[in-house]
Antibody
Framework: QVELVESGGGVVHPGRSLRLSCVAAGFTFSTQAMYWVRQAPGKGLEWVAVISYDGTNTYYADSVKGRFTISRDNSKSTLYLQMNSLRDEDTAVYYC????????????????WGQGTLVTVSS | EVVLTQSPGTLSLSPGERATLSCRTSQGVVSNYLAWYQQKPGQAPRLLIYGASSRATGIPDRFSGSGSGTDFTLTISRLEPEDFAVYYCQQYGSSPPYTFGQGTKLEIK
């Protein structure tokens, strides 16, 4: 079955960087778009970024554009989120999630989700 | 960016009752590309509905979605104890960024 396991979260000072990873299993990772979504403590879901199956297309929420970079290594079935210039408001559980489409045709909805990794930005 | 507004913020109902949750978008959603998710405390969200009205695999038929344009509805016909959770809508029409609504908490009355 599909499994998505995030890691790399932790406590970091404002202005510093952190890289999250999401290891995928149970499906052909290299054929599907992937997402990052976050949820601040006690708050709702915020869509963060998406990357196409081959990494050639990426899109970001305005709140993270220019600071965060989504990438993937299909040989390792791993999704990444490089987070730079972190702010207090980036504190959240970060989820990776999988699209249902294949290759260049992505569905846009998130069919499977990992359990998330907590990032806390605090001085 | 398309803004999604869900109402009510909190809905208090009893098991066996019917629940109606609303999601309104600031712009028309292309091809009714609107999804609904359920999230229980301490868990990741789960996809319920996509394309405004198609149930995801394994979702009971008491869950149904409807609507078009800017107004969408998630209906739970007869609430089961396990249905009490937070529900989010998400639009995925046109190009990203895609956006979520702020959520509706469905609580036991």
């Amino acid at each position: 079955q599909v499994e998505l396991v995030e890691s790399g979260g932790g406590v970091v000072h404002p202005g510093r960087s952190l890289r999250l990873s999401c290891v995928a299993a149970g499906f052909t990772f290299s054929t599907q778009a992937m997402y990052w979504v976050r949820q601040a403590p006690g708050k709702g879901l915020e869509w963060v970024a998406v990357i196409s199956y081959d990494g050639t297309n990426t899109y970001y929420a305005d709140s993270v554009k220019g600071r965060f970079t989504i990438s993937r290594d299909n040989s390792k079935s791993t999704l990444y989120l490089q987070m730079n210039s972190l702010r207090d408001e980036d504190t959240a559980v970060y989820y990776c999630a999988k699209d249902e489409g294949y290759y260049g045709v992505w569905s846009g909805y998130l069919i499977y989700w990992g359990q998330g990794t907590l990032v806390t930005v605090s001085s | 960016e398309v803004v999604l507004t869900q109402s009510p913020g909190t809905l208090s109902l009893s098991p066996g009752e019917r629940a109606t949750l609303s999601c309104r978008t600031s712009q028309g959603v292309v091809s009714n590309y609107l999804a609904w998710y359920q999230q229980k405390p301490g868990q990741a969200p789960r996809l319920l509905i996509y394309g405004a009205s198609s149930r995801a695999t394994g979702i009971p038929d008491r869950f149904s979605g409807s609507g078009s344009g800017t107004d969408f509805t998630l209906t739970i016909s007869r609430l089961e104890p396990e249905d009490f959770a937070v529900y989010y809508c998400q639009q995925y029409g046109s190009s990203p960024p895609y956006t979520f609504g702020q959520g509706t908490k469905l609580e036991i009355k």
